[in-house]
């Protein structure tokens, strides 16, 4: 590992980044929550190397976090260095949030509750969302409040009479059609447990494809540099925001949980919004747990950075691609996510034989996150599940995301441990 130059350290100051040496490239300016003036970073080509996992408690001019307090003001240097090299910056809450209710009815032989839900909301409350909300009734025996699991979908859920469409994307029109009925069952084991669930389809915030910025929520906010994994975060939080006013929600029990490239929304969407007490991304691989210096062919992984940037370029933000064949100058890795949710509770799951996502790559994360969750003093709070499988969101992966769900945030007595690792011959 290289050390830094004086013309490439940075100081902190005020949990800001300040460039110490500005270089002869044009930086891009953002406005900072946190002050007046714009923040600046560097080029990538005047970034340290790091072949270790960056330091998440060490500052840019070298001091070492040692306590809460300020780990509290360090996670907004840490938020401005992801968004400005990898996810963009989001909108503000719009504040203006409302749901109309569309349809309901009783499914599973009166045993769920199911409302479709049509949200309005952003500048002159143009843009919408459809939700579906999924609620144990009365005959289980368990009764509101309940904690909800807030899902994206890669299916729409279709109900007769049908929807007017939306702002949604084009691809709507093609996506693999879902009732209420056959999603009901999908959710049995976290409605039988008394979950309520609330799923949408993601490209209704923003089209996964090349064309994303005219679709969605993305022409509403021509001024933001976001990308799709943060618009589709967003519509998580988009939900939350109805939750709220909601009585059947328990507004301390928010679940962000998404599979594959959901589950690296998720990520997103729990890094960002601290209304989810608890954050299980599945099979989320790079881009989301696992971590970007252990990804890729090259590095005995599976995707890496330089086919997402290249296959999803709609993803990240454009500064992600300069990262192509040199990750190791990416100032930050995923494991600076998971801290951000710290000291909420978080938990990963990932299937063993899962082509798309990397055991190491997500052990590596998880071993670099640790030290944030236990300065904090929440080492519990940090879980991972391995199971035998492929790319997929498995009942295996449902029951260890609702065990960690009961121990941490309803704190029943749950068997079973959330801190085994795999044998090291699987970390492949």
Not at 8 to 20: D, K
Not at 38 to 47: G, H, K, M, Q
Not at 181 to 206: I, K, N, P, S
Not at 327 to 336: A, K, M, N
């Amino acid at each position: 590992m290289k050390h830094q130059t004086s013309s490439t350290r940075f100081l902190s100051l005020g949990g800001l980044i300040v460039q110490l040496a500005i270089t002869s490239r044009l930086l891009w300016p953002i406005q900072s929550p946190a002050a007046d003036n714009p923040t600046t970073f560097p080029a990538v080509n005047d970034l340290p190397i790091q072949t270790n996992m960056p330091n998440p408690l060490l500052t840019a001019d070298g001091k070492t976090i040692t306590t809460p307090a300020e780990w509290q003001q360090h996670r907004v240097a840490v938020k401005q260095i992801i968004e400005h090299y990898a996810l963009g910056h989001m909108p503000p809450p719009p504040g203006n949030v409302k749901g109309h209710e569309v349809v309901s009815r009783m499914l599973a032989d009166g045993k769920t509750s199911y409302r479709l839900v049509h949200l309005t909301f952003g500048p002159e409350e143009k843009l919408s969302l459809d939700i579906s909300i999924f609620l144990p009734a009365e005959t289980n025996g368990i009764k509101a409040p309940f904690p909800v699991i807030v899902q994206p979908s890669f299916s729409a859920i279709s109900v007769n009479p049908p929807l007017p469409l939306t702002n949604a994307a084009p691809a709507k029109q093609s996506a693999s059609a879902n009732t209420p009925e056959v999603a009901a069952r999908q959710y049995t084991q976290a409605l039988e447990r008394g979950y309520a669930v609330v799923t949408f389809y993601y490209q209704d915030c923003g089209r996964d494809g090349g064309d994303y910025r005219t679709t969605g929520f993305f022409p509403a906010y021509p001024d933001y540099d976001w990308a799709d994994l943060a618009v589709w975060a967003w519509g998580m939080s988009r939900c939350v925001d109805y939750l709220e006013t909601q009585s059947f929600a328990d507004k301390s029990k928010f679940i962000a949980l998404g599979h594959s490239r959901l589950g690296k929304a998720t990520l997103v969407a729990g890094a960002f919004d601290e209304r989810f007490a608890l954050v299980a991304p599945a099979g989320s691989g790079c881009a989301g747990t696992g971590a970007y210096r252990f990804n890729g062919k090259a590095r005995n992984g599976r995707e890496g950075l330089n086919e997402i940037v290249k296959n999803f370029p709609q993803w990240t933000i454009p500064s992600l691609v300069e990262f192509s064949n040199r990750v190791e100058r990416l100032p930050f890795d995923q494991h600076w996510l998971i801290d951000l949710v710290a000291p909420r509770s978080f938990i990963a799951a990932d299937g063993l034989d899962d082509t798309a996502a990397s055991v190491n790559a997500l052990v590596q994360s998880y071993l670099a996150a640790k030290p944030v969750y236990a300065l904090l003093g929440v080492p519990d709070h940090l879980g991972i599940h391995f199971r035998p499988g492929r790319h997929t969101l498995a009942p295996e992966d449902w029951a260890a995301i609702l065990d960690f769900a009961d121990q941490q945030l309803r704190g029943l007595d749950v068997k079973g441990r959330f801190d085994q690792l795999p044998p090291q011959e699987l970390w492949h």
